[in-house]
């Protein structure tokens, strides 16, 4: 079990793998009040930088599910870099249909909502392993600015226009799906080139380390091709944010409530 092997090539030197850089999470931290103790459930946890430093900051207990068996590795050594290995436990799975033995405070899936088939599936899904009064976050795309044609959204990875929505859409769709936003913290056109720009010095040590592997040929093509393509499109139209979510309090006779998922 294992991503492809072009991701664990092009960003085996990230701690972090989407466009966050390490003070959005510390933001992002402060932003949740994380209690000590706060339990954290992380699908798609990749090499534990958010589980990691928030177990260092805030004192919370958590567990990291990744497919990747470098990323969780790197976790692990995160882990015991920040003297923090007891608080948080990263495991080799799939995150797909994983729900959490033990209800969490934070149930998070941070830019891997492919495994629930779409940010829709993938709240569905965290909302199984969140305890009561508990906080999803979900990490998701959207258009800072429409493209004006189809083939610019596949410039910018997106297999069509409909793949994102607009930033004030996206928040209405998670509103729609029974949801409060209770908080963000949005990517920034530099933190998007800190998760895309290192990947390109990666790829060039790689290359000169190894020349006549069998990605050889794909990893210079993409080396070639990729700062001018991200500069053009993905740095100009898209954004990506993390969003807080909580159930949408439901009220009763007499100013009783409960949340839409009781």
């Not at 958590?62 to 976790?75: E, H, K, R």
Request: aromatic share 8%; hydrophobic share 40%; net charge negative.
């Amino acid at each position: 079990m294992d991503i492809p092997r072009f991701f664990n090539i092009t960003e085996s030197e990230h701690r972090i793998h989407n466009p966050f850089t390490p003070d959005k999470f510390v933001t992002l931290g402060a932003a949740l009040r994380l209690k000590p103790g706060a339990r954290v459930l992380d699908l798609g946890s990749g090499s534990g930088e958010m589980l990691c430093t928030w177990a260092r900051d805030h004192g919370i207990v958590g567990t990291g599910i990744d497919m990747s068996p470098l990323f969780t590795a790197q976790a692990k050594l995160r882990a015991k870099e920040l003297g923090v290995a007891h608080q948080v436990d990263f495991i080799h799975d799939d995150a797909s249909g994983y729900i959490a033995e033990e209800k969490a405070d934070v149930a998070a899936c941070v830019g891997a909502t492919w495994i629930g088939g779409g940010a829709a599936g993938t709240i569905a899904l965290l909302a199984k392993s969140l305890c009561t009064g508990g906080i999803i976050l979900i990490g998701e795309p959207y258009w800072r600015q429409l493209p004006p044609t189809e083939d610019i959204a596949r410039k910018c990875l997106a297999s069509s226009m409909s793949d994102f929505l607009s930033l004030p859409e996206l928040l209405e769709s998670f509103g729609n799906l029974g949801y409060d936003v209770v908080e963000m913290v949005l990517a920034n056109q530099d933190s998007w080139d800190r998760y895309e720009a290192a990947k390109w010095l990666t790829m060039r040590r790689w290359l000169e380390e190894n020349p006549d592997d069998e990605l050889a040929e794909e990893i210079r093509s993409t080396l070639s091709t990729e700062p001018v393509r991200h500069v053009t499109y993905t740095r100009e139209y898209v954004g990506w944010g993390v969003f807080a979510l909580m159930p949408k309090l439901v009220s009763f006779p007499c100013g009783s409530v409960a949340t839409s998922e009781d």
